[in-house]
């Protein structure tokens, strides 16, 4: 039989997309088969999966530490903001259309057949199922038409065992009040809790435990103390991408990055943070791009028209002007990209209303926003390196620079655009500086030191040190106990 066992919150960016992870590898070590999944995700960083469809990244990252590949089926729903209000809608990894929050409501119903579905799926090659909630458990205002947290674990009769996170305070009212605001019948499947990120003393919380423990009548599985690798990890969402950012590093190369309120598969960025030899410097809102930038890098976004706009009311093009006049060098990846040329036209409305809209006109290309979805892993190589990455953006873009490609792909296309000088260039490719050979290639040009770090082994070293972390301070036997229970 396929056990489960679900992990849900007392809010979001608790922690539980790391501890899926973390125990995605602890028990894929001890040879079991091992599926991550989560029922509704929100967020704009986004990975492309074999079957050629997206997936939140917390799951591709779940899927790896569980030594498998990701598929659409591991998250079944998810939305990528493109408004304070409203979101794109992707179902099993496929872009279905767009709804407000209160359409999204009305959709639920539907949606749980495609999760229970894809949950389906992916239990019956499983022994073991760890699925991740979204938010908070206790949003009690959600809880008729929910599909992310207590109505998927009554709906596929899963047990939970719910977080809480100790460093941003309060972790005893939020896992009792938790208890105090759910229903009876939500409490009863609730077989445990965790409280996570814990600094200091841990005997100092031992009679916060019991109190907790004690108020819930739920099992107290373990305190986790913070683990500062995490910052080494993609983070799932906007909320997490500023830790590990900012750090000093005299004499090294500035890499400026303006972060715009729709930013999107920002985890283009880890393996530049990771580099000693490189300053990677998030620029926020009302803050000038720093003269002393090597480099400006435009992210990817959701909303691109939206954050162009955005990022002229901060001021940020002239400032990048006048680093392009200073000889810096700017590039754009994806919505970055789009946003170098001379315009962007919407001509369907798939952003919002229907407009056309003057780029930077740093590049010499026009951008047109299309229906159809490019979603597909690529290889090819970039200033003499080889690469492997992948696509994931609507729209055309061509012009006079498309035929000084950034890179050429393997099938034989050229992707991207370089200014006449140089200085300025744009690609589609997420991915590119987790390739090694890539991102040395990449940084030496613009003056920086590199290491021999390699990316991606970093990356499975801290899920294997995290799953150490969390087998020596959680009730894994307990875990796997409750994961077999019938609830």
């Known amino acids: 039989m396929t056990r489960r066992l679900m992990i849900q919150g007392t809010g979001s960016d608790v922690g539980k997309s790391l501890l899926v992870a973390g125990l995605a590898r602890l028990f894929a070590r001890r040879g079991l088969k091992v599926r991550p999944f989560k029922p509704q995700n929100m967020s704009n960083n986004a990975a492309v999966t074999a079957d050629g469809g ?34 794109q809608v992707i179902v ?121 423990a004690e108020r819930t009548g ?12 995490a910052a080494r990890l993609p983070a799932e969402d906007i909320l997490g991408l500023r830790a590990g950012f900012g750090e000093a590093r005299a004499g090294s190369p500035v890499i400026a990055v303006p972060v715009m309120p729709r930013i999107a598969n920002f985890d283009d960025l880890d393996p530049l943070k990771a580099e000693a030899g490189v300053e990677v410097r998030l620029i926020e809102a009302g803050q000038p791009l720093p003269a002393e930038a090597a480099l400006v890098l435009l992210p990817g976004s959701k909303t691109t028209i939206d954050d162009l706009l955005f990022l002229r ?51 010499a290309a026009d951008t047109v926003l299309t229906g159809d979805k490019s979603l597909v892993a690529v290889t090819g190589t970039a200033g003499g390196a080889a690469f492997s990455g992948y696509e994931m953006h609507l729209g055309v873009t061509t012009g006079e620079d498309c035929a000084r490609p950034f890179a050429m792909l393997s099938d034989g296309r050229g992707d991207g655009a370089v200014s006449a000088d140089g200085r300025v260039a744009g690609t589609y490719v997420h991915g590119l500086f987790a390739d090694d050979g890539m991102r040395r290639a990449f940084l030496s040009a613009l003056g920086a030191e590199t290491s021999n770090l390699a990316y991606e082994a970093m990356v499975d070293a801290v899920l294997d040190r995290f799953a150490d972390h969390l087998a020596a301070h959680l009730d894994i036997d307990r875990l796997w106990t409750i994961a077999g229970e019938t609830v």
Request: glycine share 12%.
């Open 54 to 87: 997206e997936i939140g990244r917390a799951q591709a990252l779940q899927a790896r530490a569980a030594g498998i590949a990701p598929s659409v089926h591991m998250n079944p729903v998810l939305l990528k903001p493109q408004s304070e209000v409203g979101s």
């Open 92 to 212: 099993q990894g496929k872009r279905v259309g767009a709804a407000k929050a209160r359409e999204f409501q009305d959709w639920k119903p539907r949606l749980l057949e495609a999760v229970l579905d894809s949950y389906a799926r992916l239990s019956a090659e499983a022994d073991l199922m760890l699925v991740e909630g979204a938010g908070s458990a206790s949003e009690v205002n959600l809880r008729a038409r929910d599909i992310a947290n207590m109505g998927f674990a009554e709906a596929a009769r899963v047990p939970v065992v719910l977080v809480g996170d100790i460093d941003r305070g309060g972790v005893i009212a939020s896992l009792v009040g938790t208890k105090a605001v759910i229903s009876p019948e939500d409490a009863a499947l609730v077989h445990g809790f965790i409280v996570n990120r814990f600094r200091g003393d841990p005997a100092l919380f031992a009679d916060g435990m019991h109190f907790v």
């Open 218 to 229: 739920w099992t107290a599985i373990g305190l986790v103390p913070h683990f500062p690798d």
């Open 313 to 363: 009311e901060q001021g940020w093009d002239i400032d990048i002007a006048a680093h392009v006049r200073r000889g810096g060098r700017v590039l754009g990846i994806c919505g970055g990209y789009q946003m170098l040329g001379r315009t962007i036209a919407d001509p369907n409305g798939i952003e919002g209303a229907a407009r056309t809209v003057p780029g930077l006109g740093l590049i």
